[in-house]
């Protein structure tokens, strides 16, 4: 889990592969601010996804 901060509301980011393996990968994203963020995901050095996440709310991204 990763935590994004500097006196502002959190962006957390946790990440895991699922039990069935095959790297596949459950990422959850929590965006505790009143604003949106914008994150970027990546693999190494492969992006992976550019995405922003609503104020206040939790994604949850399935990755193959």
């Known amino acids: 889990s ?27 994203v929590l965006n505790e601010a009143k604003d949106s963020a914008n994150f970027v995901l990546y693999d190494g050095d492969d992006l992976i996804l550019s995405a922003s996440i609503p104020p206040r709310s939790i994604q949850t991204l399935l990755l193959d």
């Open 2 to 28: 990763v935590g994004m901060t500097a006196g502002w509301p959190c962006l957390q980011i946790g990440a895991f592969e699922t039990p069935q393996g095959e790297s596949r990968k459950t990422v959850i």
